[in-house]
């Protein structure tokens, strides 16, 4: 099984462009979200979705948008890339329950410069 | 809202000694979940263990073992033999019952395992 795949894993951003991560999950999981990891920040959720055709702001949604067309994808996309969206991000999906762990794509180091 | 904190950023223990990584949670929710996750150097987000509000035991996963206080809203993650494998971040995180919650995340703790 795949479970999560996240590409690509490594990006170099120029500050205005713009870029699309992929995030598909095998797992016929509902809920899927992205998060984004800083430095002594811990992981913080831009977005999530309960299901195809719903999706939802997390706690950093500027400067990302998200749809949902489908069970197995759910794509971030930076519109206008900022050197504030220089991290580390995660997809994850779980179960609509989400009781027994979320499984987390292996991750995508974006730097905008 | 939910939140998560981790009190202690970095960690030391030494190998085949048992080491308590301490985090407290804040919630009104009466349904809750309480999870752990390891994030070694390579950067993968590994799932540990679960604790459910209503479980009546502590949650046990080989070595780990997750000591639950729920009057004190506490969840503290128990290592038990330290490995050199061990020395990695890792994150206490929680979510609301039901399915609209999301899982929240504390700030880590950087555990160092000595030999």
């Not at chain 1, 894993?9 to 598909?24: E, I």
């Not at chain 1, 309960?50 to 069970?71: C, H, M, W």
């Not at chain 2, 804040?26 to 994030?39: A, E, I």
Request: a positive charge.
């Amino acid at each position: 099984n795949a479970g999560v795949t996240q590409t690509p894993k490594f990006q170099v951003l120029k500050t205005g462009q713009s870029m699309t991560l992929q995030c598909a999950q095998d797992m016929n999981h509902e809920y899927m979200s992205w998060y984004r990891q800083d430095p002594g920040m811990g992981l913080r959720l831009i977005h999530y979705s309960v299901g195809a055709g719903i999706t939802d702001q997390g706690e950093v949604p500027n400067g990302y948008n998200v749809s949902r067309s489908t069970t197995e994808d759910f794509p971030l996309r930076l519109l206008s890339a900022a050197p504030s969206q220089t991290s580390v991000y995660f997809c994850a999906s779980s179960t609509q329950q989400g009781f027994y762990g979320y499984t987390f794509g292996s991750g995508t180091r974006l730097t905008v410069v | 809202a939910q939140k998560i904190t981790q009190t202690q950023p970095g960690m030391f223990v030494q190998e085949k000694e048992a080491v308590t990584l301490d985090c407290t949670y804040d919630t009104s929710d009466p349904s809750y979940g309480l999870f752990w996750y390891k994030q070694p150097s390579s950067g993968e987000m590994i799932f540990l263990i679960y604790q459910g509000s209503y479980d009546q035991q502590n949650a046990t996963e080989g070595r780990y073992s997750l000591n639950f206080q729920k009057a004190r809203k506490s969840a503290n993650l128990v290592i038990s033999a330290s490995q050199l494998g061990d020395s990695a971040m890792y994150f206490c995180a929680s979510k609301r019952g039901g399915s609209q919650g999301n899982l929240i995340f504390g700030k880590g703790t950087k555990l160092s395992v000595k030999p």
